[in-house]
């Protein structure tokens, strides 16, 4: 059914794009990334047959084409990961759409990708795509998410978003030989809707962003099928797991200040089964170009709230965020994103290192580290995760 | 009575024209230069920036730039690289402000994310070259203190002293030319313990719509790492009719994506 959808959307695009290629000047471009990937997970697995190593490839193509002088323009970017666990190995459309500009609005009919939010450590009013929890651990890789989005810009009361979501996407989760899953597999597909249109349930959101001096600030609404996965547990211990139907307000702010940046996102989420507020706040402060040659280093602090508590899906309810951002600002565009996590009610830890630099002008490598450090045994989702410490390798090519 | 005015009026008039200090010259060719540039409205161009490396290594990149010129406030920009391919859709905004720091606003294609940055860093260098950040940034008068300090033929020689502390820069001295609608041949930038750092030398004029001056090139020598930037422009548009909108945040993800 979904990849059929695709497919129309897709056809009907083509068809269109072609009708109006012949009578305007247009753009084309085409782009490819191949990444190797290897994961080493170095402690023994919690959990029986999971693997401890994980070479993986994956493609990116993309693919754009504009005419109008860029003011109308069709965007394409797919995905396509191989990897030991069959649930990883996965392809998506992250983005095919037809976009429009003229004077003050903006319509994009699609699948698209939209980022919301200012902080760093989590992000909690960023709820338009579904997370792609397969791919990385932070959470920042979506799937492409079908939409008409509708902007109106104007000069004085800053930028209102419209969008209409015809379709939800469900969060895919480890298979039995993947790391980073619970003791049960969670089969994507045995989890339900509270809604009775399910999947096809039609879904509303709505954003005004403004910005005004130092400040920038943005409110939205969220009306339709979460994109967490609400778990509870019966008496008996059963865990039964579904998409609430949520009314989620959020509000993010950043104060830009000199080197500083303040920044604080907070949300509202309100289900029948579910009620809750969380909120993370802090500061990135950037001492730059202290070599004469372009050194900058950032410092950041956030403080996570959740008060759903041990249930949060993200394992952050009461946690300190710590972390240092390190650019070299050189030819290879080096650098480095060193931070930890850690609870303030118990010992759980978590430590990552991210680095990254070009070679030459068509490769880039990357090294990732995630250190899971004494994490409490009554932790609700963390505890599954405690022996999944990593390196990540990835090389990419451009093509 | 009526002839002592008179002869008050010439004296008071001489006296300008021969005691104009050198701080009121100095701005005086800085402002001659903006109205020499003013009402070219808005403008877009290519760029390719050759980074050399002190052994003659090179690197290339390749962004675009839009400019929207605007007259009560400093000019709107919108940058995008198009190479090296990883960082393909990169794109900045920039809102220069003749009082105060700039507003910018940094657009990450990987993640769709827009965000804003701090523009406290100037001296830094813009994307490994050796343009620093406030060497890009529109160039409003009043972000100077201004010296003149001689003339060589046509060209005029003013020393530019940054009102911002946090500038890398103690002064530039930069040459002007005043037969051709006042437009910049050269400037030397002397860093904080005055020594001479960079020579930036801008040559290939063009005219363009027979009123603005645009270089074809830029050449940028470090003096003191012997690493050079050369930024090459073409297809220069002025007639291109830009608003406000195509300098909004989502011109900026449009942009970039």
Same mark, same amino acid.
């Given at each position: 059914m979904k990849n059929a959808f695709i497919l129309i959307a897709f056809l009907s695009f083509h068809a269109f794009a072609k009708a109006q290629t012949e009578t305007k000047k247009t753009t084309q471009e085409f782009e490819l990334e191949i990444e190797t990937e290897y994961r080493y997970f170095y402690e023994n697995a919690q959990f029986e047959q999971q693997e401890d190593h994980y070479p993986s490839i994956a493609l990116r193509p993309e693919y754009s084409i504009e005419w109008n002088k860029g003011y109308e323009g069709i965007h394409f970017k797919g995905f396509l990961r191989l990897d030991r666990d069959n649930e990883r190995t996965h392809w998506d459309i992250r983005t095919l759409y037809y976009q429009k500009a003229k004077n003050n609005w903006e319509l994009s009919i699609g699948l698209k990708k939209v980022y919301w939010g200012v902080t760093e450590s989590n992000h909690l009013v960023d709820i338009i795509n579904q997370t792609d929890a397969v791919e990385s651990f932070d959470g920042e890789?979506?799937?492409?998410?079908?939409? *008409?989005?509708?902007?109106? *810009?104007? #000069?004085?009361?800053?930028?209102?978003?419209f969008f209409y979501l015809p379709f939800h996407r469900k969060r895919t989760f480890p298979g039995t030989e993947g790391r980073l899953r619970f003791a049960t597999v969670i089969d994507k597909d045995d989890v339900g809707y509270e809604? &009775?249109?399910q999947e096809w349930r039609q879904d509303i959101a709505f954003r005004w962003k403004y910005y005004i001096g130092a400040f920038d600030i943005g409110v939205s609404h969220f009306y339709g099928n979460g994109r967490e996965p609400l778990f509870t547990v019966s008496p008996t211990g059963t865990i039964n797991a579904f998409y609430p139907v949520i009314?989620?307000? &959020?509000?993010?702010?950043?104060?830009?200040?000199?080197?500083?940046?303040?920044k604080v996102e907070s949300i509202y989420r309100h289900a029948k089964a579910q009620d809750f507020i969380a909120l993370v706040g802090g500061l990135e402060y950037t001492f730059s170009n202290i070599d004469g040659n372009g050194l900058d280093i950032g410092l950041l602090g956030e403080y996570l709230y959740d008060e759903r508590d041990e249930l949060a899906l993200t394992a952050l309810q009461n946690d300190l965020f710590f972390g240092s951002r390190i650019a070299f600002n050189d030819i290879q565009d080096?650098?480095?994103?060193?931070? &930890?996590?850690?609870?303030?009610? #118990?010992?759980?830890t978590i430590m990552s290192l991210e680095a990254s630099r070009r070679f030459g002008s068509n490769w880039t490598a990357e090294i990732e580290a995630r250190i899971f450090n004494n994490v409490d045994t009554s932790e609700f989702i963390l505890a599954n995760f405690r022996n999944d410490s990593f390196l990540r390798v990835s090389i990419s090519r451009f093509f | 009575m009526k002839t002592s005015i008179i002869t008050l009026l010439f004296l008071a008039t001489f006296t300008v024209g021969i005691?104009?200090?050198?701080?009121?010259?100095? *701005?005086? *060719?800085?402002?001659?230069?903006?109205?020499?540039?003013?009402g070219f409205g808005s403008s877009t161009v290519a760029i390719k920036m050759t980074l050399k490396n002190k052994n003659g290594q090179t690197s290339?990149?390749?962004?675009? #730039?839009?400019?929207?010129?605007?007259?009560?406030?400093?000019?709107?920009?919108?940058?995008?690289? #198009?190479?090296?391919?990883?960082v393909k859709g990169t794109a900045t905004l920039t809102f220069t402000h003749k009082q105060g720091s700039d507003d910018q606003w940094l657009y990450l294609p990987a993640i769709a994310r827009v965000k804003r940055i701090s523009s406290n860093n100037k001296s830094g260098p813009f994307v490994g070259s050796e343009f620093a950040y406030e060497d890009l940034s529109s160039q409003e008068v009043e972000k100077y203190n201004y010296t003149f300090i001689k003339e060589e033929g046509s060209n005029l020689i003013v020393e530019q002293d940054p009102v911002d502390p946090k500038s890398g820069y103690t002064r530039r001295l930069v040459t002007y030319n005043k037969d051709k609608g006042y437009r910049i041949e050269k400037i030397e930038f002397y860093d904080r313990k005055n020594a001479l750092l960079k020579t930036l030398t801008y040559s290939n004029y063009k005219l363009y719509k027979n009123k603005f001056w645009r270089a074809s090139t830029f050449n940028m020598v470090n003096h003191q790492s012997n690493k050079e930037t050369l930024l090459e422009f073409s297809d220069y548009n002025f007639e291109v009719d830009l608003a406000e909108e195509d300098f909004s945040q989502v011109a900026l993800k449009r942009a970039g994506s």
């Open positions: 890789d979506k799937l492409g998410q079908p939409m *008409i989005q509708f902007s109106w *810009i104007t #000069n004085r009361w800053g930028t209102f978003d809604s &009775g249109a009314n989620q307000t &959020g509000i993010d702010i950043q104060i830009t200040h000199n080197a500083f940046l303040w080096t650098s480095i994103l060193i931070g &930890g996590i850690t609870d303030l009610e #118990n010992s759980s | 005691a104009q200090t050198p701080q009121e010259r100095g *701005i005086e *060719i800085a402002k001659a230069a903006e109205t020499a540039d003013l290339e990149r390749y962004l675009e #730039n839009k400019t929207l010129e605007l007259t009560e406030d400093g000019d709107k920009s919108l940058i995008v690289f #198009n190479s090296p391919k990883d």
